[in-house]
């Protein structure tokens, strides 16, 4: 069975960091573009970051880009976002994503999620 399973999610004041985690069993991250998404109360949700199969491209939101950064542990097969800087404007649930073909910013192309994480900033 694929699964996605995040962490990391906690609560921080503005200007702290928080690194999220998202563990994949059943699929190899190798094998697949990896994305972080966001989703505020009554907001859609948004594309946060994304990395290749390869790890060799990466794409960010322009909100968070020079903030956040998205990696990628082959060995682990767990994709991470480090967040810095963080702002209360971060607060949302975040999702990891798995999709099967190249990167994209669009969540409907992604073929698998997790349960998502809450991340709250406090002002």
């Known amino acids: 069975q694929m699964q996605l399973v995040e962490s990391g999610g906690g609560l921080v004041q503005a200007g702290g960091s928080l690194r999220l985690s998202c563990a994949a069993s059943?699929?190899?991250?190798?094998?697949?573009?990896m994305g972080w998404f966001r989703q505020a109360p009554g907001k859609d949700r948004e594309f946060v970051a994304v990395i290749s199969w390869s790890g060799s491209i990466s794409d960010y939101a322009d909100s968070v880009k020079g903030r956040f950064t998205i990696s990628r542990d082959h060995a682990k097969n767990t994709v991470y976002l480090q967040m810095n800087s963080l702002k209360p404007e971060d607060t949302a649930v975040y999702y990891c994503?798995?999709?099967?073909?190249?990167?994209?910013?669009?969540?409907?192309?992604?073929?698998?999620w997790g349960q998502g994480t809450q991340v709250t900033v406090s002002s």
């Open positions: 994503a798995a999709d099967r073909g190249p990167i994209s910013t669009i969540h409907s192309r992604y073929d698998y």
């Open positions: 059943g699929l190899t991250i190798s094998s697949n573009t």
